[in-house]
């Protein structure tokens, strides 16, 4: 109930704008988005380098409604590969499709896409499609078969609460596409969404299973521990090298965890996300979790 009203809550934008007015300070947000410019993204990245794990950079932003945002929001990116290669750390980039203007038009999302990826292509870098809401999933899964088509260095995301999701995934898996598996963050109905936790997480296993059998460099992402450990055991029991796949996580969430990972010598990438529009990011990670609205309200009354 808590998880259904904070992610309904994550859509508001009058909320979002008397959070963002209100001024919540860093020490709130802090936890889980890097800072609001990308040099402060580019410190984290810095940071987790140093700690053996690699990087994922998302610069915050969704569901832009005009075609200059969209292309700002492009070039916020292409600021950031420059910037990545300058600074020799090591992270590719997230990028979420409505923020490229998806939801304005496929064709304006698909040429913005374009560009990030031909300028990843030219520092040998990658840039994964973050995967939004069911309502963006066949849209964002047409542009990203367009791309992939001419570009390898472009990945996606699958989510296992989503029914259709396993014959998604084989048809990634025809076309040799990298994918994140995940299980899924928004508020999904049950006519599209596995309404019980074990089904997602059973779909979850299913789907990984079929990932790491495939031999394609793959992303885990989660911070589950039994799934991370059932992968663990997968990998070990068919003979799947550690260094063929990768965990992922989300910045500031289970850090022990993300420095167990890379001790035991796997594959770690953190995402970390940086910029101004923090709110829905934000509210989808205290649904995840009811304790951190406790966190967030003991703070919010300090701040
Ligand atoms: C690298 C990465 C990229 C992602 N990209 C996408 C995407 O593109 N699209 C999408 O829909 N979703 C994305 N997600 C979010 C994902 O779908 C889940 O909502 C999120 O990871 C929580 O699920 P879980 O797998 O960690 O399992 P859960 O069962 O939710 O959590 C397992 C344990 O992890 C810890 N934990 C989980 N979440 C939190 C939190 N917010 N705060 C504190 N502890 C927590 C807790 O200890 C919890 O018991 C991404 C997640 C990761 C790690």
Redesign the pocket.
């Known amino acids: 109930m808590l998880k259904a009203i904070l992610l309904y809550l994550s859509r508001q934008k009058g909320i979002q704008d008397f959070m963002m007015n209100f001024g919540v300070t860093r020490r709130v947000v802090d936890r889980f988005v890097s800072g609001e410019q990308l040099e402060d993204g580019l410190n984290a990245v810095k940071k987790v380098n140093s700690e053996g794990a690699i990087a994922t950079l998302d610069h915050l932003g969704e569901e832009v409604t005009e075609p200059d945002e969209a292309v700002a929001a492009a070039d916020v990116y292409l600021d950031a590969l420059d910037q990545i290669n300058f600074n020799h750390v090591d992270t590719n980039v997230s990028v979420k499709p409505t923020q490229l203007g998806l939801k304005i038009d496929k064709k304006l999302c698909e040429k913005n896409f374009t560009k990030i990826i031909e300028r990843a292509k030219e520092y040998d870098n990658f840039v994964r499609m ?3 809401d069911s309502d963006c999933t066949q849209d964002t899964l047409d542009v990203f078969k367009s791309l992939r088509k001419k570009y390898d260095n472009v990945g996606i ?1 699958i ?1 296992t609460y989503l029914y259709r999701s396993e014959k998604d995934l084989d048809e990634i898996l025809e076309l040799e596409g990298r994918i ?1 598996l ?5 508020k999904e109905p049950k006519e599209v969404a596995f309404p019980k ?1 074990q089904q997602v997480d059973e779909n979850f296993v299913k789907l990984m299973q079929k990932m790491l059998l495939s031999g394609i460099y793959h992303g885990i ?4 521990e039994k799934i991370i450990e059932i992968t663990k055991e997968f990998a070990q029991k068919n003979n799947i090298p550690k260094d063929s796949f990768e965990f ?3 910045y500031g ?2 850090t022990e965890l993300q420095h167990r990972l890379v001790k035991e010598g796997y594959n770690v990438r953190i ?1 970390i996300p940086f910029g101004r529009e923090w709110y829905p990011y934000f509210t989808r ?1 205290l649904a ?2 009811p304790a ?1 609205l406790f966190f967030f309200l003991k703070n919010f009354f300090r701040a």
């Open positions: 973050d995967m939004e995301v989510q994140r995940c299980k899924g963050a928004y936790i992402a989660t911070h589950d992922q996580l989300l969430i289970r995402y990670r995840e979790r951190n």
